[in-house]
């Protein structure tokens, strides 16, 4: 250890000249990386070569900082957090790591002069989409801005080999096809092939009394996976800080098992094989939906228990006591998907480490913090008794072992409250047992936490509401926040200039800067500045549309923008609902005065999610009616952007003027595209739910156009029994609308097309799509209204984005760091980082 310290801080300089930030250096690396890693020249290099070596320069600069960061984490008596998560949502690395290091100018001139354009090569990226949706993304601003706040952290997951899969639209339905994104190489992760642990699946149990006369038990898997670690440097802003995102890669432990090829059972060896390179293989596409399978319960064990073995090898490795884990290592859940690391930990530490089990326990308990993503009852991960013994028998007994010394401290505590008894334990009573991870998480976390205001409330108030009730001083709140870096600077740099021509670039790393804006609301040339940008990128994503959909959209009409996963909850039909009630409007009245407006969607159903598939159906066959039609002349026009994902987000946030976020009270636990569209000038229109609460709050109530029920008002609705039929009868556009769809309007008279959509509508309404019909429109008219006064649009346009500090993830992490990890920043030194930028 001593003499390596020497060498490394010697390569570090060495290598400084190597990987200087200024023009020439970064062309002369590009081409050694095209000559020597690729063996290409620049006569026969495709712009796929170049962005590869491209992507190899700046990873080498990364590296320095990477090997810096990890030396400090292991030499200092420094905590680390540690965030495990199934999903991590990355988008694009290289133009996000080109920002953070502070070459991008830099970069473009060494691109030009190989005859290159720098953004060719960055649109060469397949993005890593490993991950559904809002709780993935979630995870990697996180790691964003725990780089950037100089906290030593490593993001653990999983390194599927296809991600979230890409959206195509035929004959106006959603058709899915493989994400292959590694297809061409990942030129950001480095294979750390030596670093791999095993991990045990299915099997038996036998229990024995050893020498000592110690209850012992000894798993006897059905099979052992090995996981390899994959390592993704995480740099932050303008610091040396280079963290580590780990993702593991599940593999057979020998190419294939020779005794069984022995014995003539070729195709059994190579299946087993083949089984354990699956349990990495694909992303499961549910987003709020639990799907109950064998291996999804495989994926989550396997990369939770690589990663609880990593870090209890870092700490010993360290010379750290394992009874002391929780002074080296904070481990926060991302939602349930790993919460069988609370079970896996007792594991490790029982059977492994020989720890006595209250003491175990005492670990567990004080390592482990969770945060709740969802109150939706059809998300909340369980998983039957029968299915999770036949994958991990061990972990079984162990929750059972859990569950009777926590039930005997609820009885004692409740004085044998029958009802508590029944709703805090983690295996659920009755003849179909089930583990509830929920119950498990929460009885082995010494934090629990909701990602809104509104939504740490409800869970207090709803489904955790007895464990708030026993350990009220667990829980919190920590409302969401977006990367800044990504969501502003990256996607909309034109704004960000402006922004940094009157308030300086502070801001990036102090989004409160923003406020700063606030004086120059009024100022009619910065509001003609503004909207100037504004148009830029709406003329922007208008280009792409034609390209995408063949549909030509006006860039001086509203561009109302509805993008996120499609879920009933969500209420893209609602949304639809009020289009064609303005589409009627025209055809009744011709003349009928209509601000011009573009209505923008975009986002994945689940393969399986019959009535999400049919929303998009229905936005799409409503597109095609209401975008032909002659008397419309273009006032209106929809577009179904396909494929929704990071780069495309990037494209439709900084031109998007308003932002449906419309979802029913209480069901949307925070949301972070309101943030993102918010901060990117675009007003809200949407329902007291999640952040729009916050964000409500923040940026003023007469900044944000408010419409429907309220949380209480949904559930007093509800009990007095809704009845959605109601409001039909009692609405002739609602009517109108609705009669449309069913007769075949919009689907070439064919009615049934939409049949069960309309049935949901019209029987069930669980999410009061009808009950907010009426108030929605009216909203609406006040958004067109506002937008025909421009100077009022751009000054609130400009408050949107001045107000918007408190959204930053750079605050929810210094929260998370203050109030849960007990962790702070911990400076990388390298060099003058500005100077060498030069
Ligand atoms: C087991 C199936 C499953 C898969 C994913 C259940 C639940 C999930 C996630 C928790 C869904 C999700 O992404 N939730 C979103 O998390 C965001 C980040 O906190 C919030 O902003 C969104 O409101 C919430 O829907």
């Known amino acids: 250890m001593k003499s390596s310290t020497k060498d490394t801080e010697s390569i570090l300089t060495r290598e400084e000249t190597r990987t200087g930030l200024g023009p020439e250096t970064l062309k002369r690396a590009i081409l050694n990386h095209l000559f020597y890693n690729q063996g290409k020249f620049p006569e026969i290099a495709t712009r796929n070569d170049y962005y590869m070596a491209m992507s190899f320069a700046v990873r080498d600069r990364l590296l320095q900082r990477w090997v810096a960061s990890v030396k400090k984490y292991l030499n200092a008596d420094q905590k680390i957090v540690s965030y495990l998560s199934a999903e991590y949502l990355l988008g694009p690395h290289l133009a996000n790591n080109l920002i953070n290091l502070g070459i991008y100018e830099n970069m473009e001139k060494a691109s030009n002069s190989l005859g290159m354009n720098l953004d060719w090569l960055i649109a060469k990226e397949q993005e890593p989409g490993l991950g559904n949706g809002g709780l993935g993304r979630l995870a990697a601003c996180y790691m964003d801005s725990l780089a950037t706040l100089e906290i030593p952290a490593i993001g653990y997951g ?53 020498i000592n006369g110690k209850f012992k038990a000894n798993w006897i898997p059905g099979m052992i996976v090995k996981g390899i670690a994959y390592d993704t440097p995480i740099l932050g802003y303008r610091v040396n800080t280079c963290n580590t995102l780990r993702l593991w890669k599940s593999e057979a432990p020998k190419s294939f098992d020779f005794q069984t090829f022995n014995q003539g059972l070729y195709s059994g060896a190579v299946s087993d094989k083949t089984v354990c390179e699956n349990i990495s293989k694909v992303l499961y ?27 209890i090898a870092i700490h010993l490795s360290q010379g750290g006591k394992i009874e002391r884990f929780y002074d080296k290592f904070v481990v926060q859940l991302n939602d ?100 509830r991870m929920a119950n498990l998480a929460c009885a082995g976390s010494f934090a629990i936490n909701g990602v809104a205001a509104l939504h740490s409330e409800l869970l207090k108030k709803t489904v955790l509401k007895d464990w ?21 600077v990256l996607s ?19 989004l409160d800067e923003l406020t700063g804006l606030e004086q120059y609301a ?27 959909t063949k549909i030509k959209v006006d860039p001086s009409s509203i561009f109302d923008v509805h993008v996120k996963r499609i879920h009933e909850y969500k209420r893209q039909h609602l949304n639809i609902l009020h289009v064609i009630a303005l589409y009627n409007r025209i055809k009744q009245n011709p003349d009928a005065e209509v601000v011009p407006r573009t209505f923008i969607f975009a986002g994945k159903a689940a393969p399986g999610y019959h009535l999400a598939k049919l929303m998009i159906k229905l936005i799409t066959s409503v597109a095609d009616v209401v975008n032909q039609d002659p008397i419309v002349k273009d006032r209106i026009k929809v577009v179904f952007y396909p494929n929704y994902n990071v780069t495309n987000a990037q494209r439709i946030y900084p031109a998007a003027d308003v932002s449906e976020q419309i979802s029913t009270a209480g069901k949307e636990a925070s949301g972070t595209g309101n943030m993102k569209l918010s901060m990117n000038g675009a007003l809200t ?8 609460v916050e964000i409500r709050d923040c940026v003023g109530a007469e900044n944000f156009f408010l419409f429907g029920l309220t949380e209480e008002e949904v559930q007093q609705k509800k009990s007095e029994g809704y009845n959605p039929f109601d409001y039909y009868m009692a609405n002739p556009e609602l009517k109108l609308a609705i009669d449309q769809i069913n007769s075949g309007y919009f689907s070439h008279m064919n009615g049934s097309v939409f049949k069960d959509l309309i049935n949901s509508l019209l029987y069930h309404d669980q999410y009061l799509v009808l009950a907010d019909f009426e108030s929605y429109v009216a909203e609406q008219e006040r958004v067109a209204e506002a937008y025909k006064d421009k100077q009022r649009w751009a000054k609130m346009s400009i408050l949107n984005a001045a107000r918007m500090g408190k959204f930053s993830s750079d605050r929810s992490i210094k929260d998370y760091c203050d109030d849960i990890w007990k962790v702070g920043p911990s400076p990388v030194e390298l060099v003058d980082f500005h100077q060498k930028t030069q």
Not at 178 to 197: F, M, Q, S, V
Not at 527 to 533: G, K, P
Request: charged share 30%; glycine share 6%; hydrophobic share 35%.
């Open 492 to 510: 909309n740099p034109k704004l960000s200039s402006l922004i940094s021509s009157k308030i300086g670039e502070g801001w990036i790393k102090n």
């Open 285 to 311: 596409p549910n987003d709020e939906q639990r799907e109950g399978k064998i291996l999804r319960l495989q994926q989550q064990y396997f990369f939770v228990s690589c990663s609880l073995q990593d870090m």
């Open 685 to 692: 229109i949407g329902t007291l739910d999640g952040a729009n």
């Open 468 to 488: 708030y009730q026993l350990w009220p001083e667990k829980f919190s709140n920590k409302t969401n926040g977006v990367t800044p870096r990504r969501w502003m």
């Open 158 to 210: 999983i390194r599927y080999q296809f991600g979230i899969f890409e959206q195509d639209i035929k004959d106006g339905w959603q058709i899915e096809d493989t994400d292959n994104w590694l297809r061409r190489g990942n030129p950001w992760e480095i294979a750390k092939r030596e670093l791999g642990y095993d991990v045990k699946l299915g099997g038996y149990v036998q229990h024995y009394t050893d």
């Open 336 to 435: 349930t998907h790993p919460a069988i690391g609370v079970a896996e930990m007792m594991r490790l530490l029982v059977d492994v480490y020989e720890v006595e089990w209250d003491l175990a326990w005492d670990i567990t308990k004080k390592s482990f913090a969770y945060t709740n993503h969802t109150l939706l009852p059809e998300a909340l991960e369980t998983w039957d008794q029968d299915l999770f013994q036949s994958v991990l028998p061990r972990h079984l007994e162990i929750i059972q072992e859990i569950n009777r010394r926590f039930l005997d401290e609820v009885t004692i505590r409740t004085y044998g409250d029958q009802d508590l008894i029944s709703s805090l334990s983690i295996i659920s009573d009755g003849p179909w047992k089930k583990i």
């Open 522 to 548: 009024d100022d009619p040339s910065f509001q003609q500045e503004w909207m100037v940008v504004k148009h830029e990128m709406k003329k922007d994503l208008a280009k792409r549309i034609l390209q995408r």
